[in-house]
């Protein structure tokens, strides 16, 4: 196994544990910066280090289209080409191809689309998925899906829920067949895991050279896994609209294929939040207590503690870095705009409560500067606190529940501000 | 005296000196990174100081159309509003008057302009620039003066000169009078000083009030200079185009109006650079030796040197930084453009010789792949490692002057790729 899951308190349905990853053990609920073409936006990687990021998520549509998938594999995968030694997840490319690229089909066999930054097109299988993903070399990889649109009506819902599920049997079988071909897996060059039984059946010669040409391809800083006998590990994806009982059906179809972490996906698609909570709520009923599980593509600060609340184990979402970049900081005192006029002659920090290294040294007073004269300071600083802000959430939610005090993490709920 | 500058070692016309102000004593030669809106472009200040950044500099003219000298003021001037701890050295305003405003008109008077950032009409005389200056709170302000536009003829030139001559007076007359109206004295609340005579004659009621009124504004992290019976120095600024002559009529009528240091203005301005370096020779001769001497606006790595090794102890360009958002790098090997695609696939540093923190972190294919896609974090690592190259090389020259070695100091010199 590549990731085992420990968990070490509960309150209710909230639980604090530990995620173990080839790359970094993770102390969850984990908060999972996102970095799209292998950049944080703004944010150097020591910068992300400092700030306790654990994991940070890659988006598989904008890496394979830009730098492409090989020249990441060649620099030993995300980890080597972006300089960074913690865990890195990546989707599947599947929510991108249907939010960002254009005219795209889909078929039984999978998605042809076209590039939102030149038109060219490409295809998007569950095979070729999972190539890409391998050759990324994120510790966790997520299974092919389709991101059923909202609204859609039952049949639609139901449809595109079973593909999911046959795309997901798929994707297991091309992984379980191709994982050792991760750039960073020792396997294929060290001889005493054949006989030890822990590499695989087959360590094919051309795998051994490849491992050997990219050895020296490798940035010196490359990382390196704790474990060089470990590789990736696949995720499934649980969708079925907005429908409690295709959820049910869903989480069950993908739990009977397997998987050592599941994912809740095709949410926060413009249905309201209480719904989203509903089918959050529900769908987490049919998924096994023991493994990891994750809501993709979610949320606010308040949100991300109530669903942490409810049990999930591994969120992500732009909002932090993009409410950055526009100038929205959220703080102890609610979600502040800093262009406002009313920062202008503010001396006193953005949050504070916030012992961030930009609530430490500036003022509401100098970000609103940097923002309104467009200086690209602005956007560095912006996306460090929030990004602080997040982390440090589920910083207090992870300490609530291993306190075990039930009135004190509900207190941590609602004391955060709404939105 | 708020400043002072002390000469260690020097070999021929350079010299290694220590130039204190009252934030910080700087090696000289010193490189100043350019500031322009109380950010140089992209690095956060706990970077700079990292890079060992000792002195930064401000532009007025785009702080007094943009927050404002007044906010700038309130905080506690440029240090306290930026959270800079160490040196800072504001311009006068009058380059970019010239350089960047629309519809200029000069007269005796002084220049009035309009914003190039929405047209309005504004007025600069050497006694408002004075006040902006003071209201910024440099350590180190500069005269106003008019820089001569290139190529000029000789009688444009020559009352160019003379009116920047009788501005120059001007300029120091109108700061000798409000010199310790600078935000960060605390001559004006400090009885003993009145008494120790260190205060200036007529410490105003009005001056103690605005202090107290400021000290509560200021943001807890303001910075406070060593010496709090310090204050700013006016440096004086050389013109006369590019005639010897009038050069050499320039620094005599500067240095008689007297002031704790001199620059030379206008150059770098379209002339070709063996003609920069002549201007910059003659002059040299006759600016006093035991005092520090600053060349504005320049250049490139091996200009800077090349400079120093003449005697010039001060130096500033936007070159670095600039040319980073634009992908060129200075390094060890030379000038690369990293948006070349024979980058896309390199996984060694940026420069193998470079010890800063994006040469021991990133490759090439990364940020070759991070300026392709646009990513803000490619303006900022390029900033970085460029500014690293200049502090550095400056840095090598303090150095090899210490060590007395002419052989090794013009290897210095000549060892520097040629951009």
Redesign the interface.
Known sequence: MSVSFHIDASIGGARKGRLVTPHAELQTPVFMPVGT???V??????TLEELGAQIILGNTYHLYL??GVE?VR??GGLH????WPRAILTDSGGFQVFSLSQLRKVNEEGVTFRSHLDGSSHVFTPESAMAAQIALGADIVMAFDECTEYPADRERMRASMEMTARWAARSKKYFEEHQWDVPWSHVSDLEFQVSSGTAPRNPRPEARNRTAERRS???P?AAVPRNPESTQSLFGIVQGGMDRELRRESAERTVAIGFPGYAIGGLSVGEPRELTREIVESTLEHLPKDQPRYLMGVGTPEEIVEYAGLGIDMMDCVLPTRAARHGLLFTSEGKISIKQARH??D???PDPKCRC?VC????R??LR??Y??N???A???NTIHNLAFYLDTMQRVRHSISLGEKTRFLAEVWSQPKA
């Open positions: 073409v292998a950049s936006k703004a944010v150097p990687q020591d830009r730098p020249i060649r620099m080597g080409f972006m300089s391809a490798q940035p800083g202008a002659q001396s006193g920090p290294r430490q040294r500036y003022s007073a100098y500067h940097l309104a004269s200086e690209v300071l956007q560095v600083l």
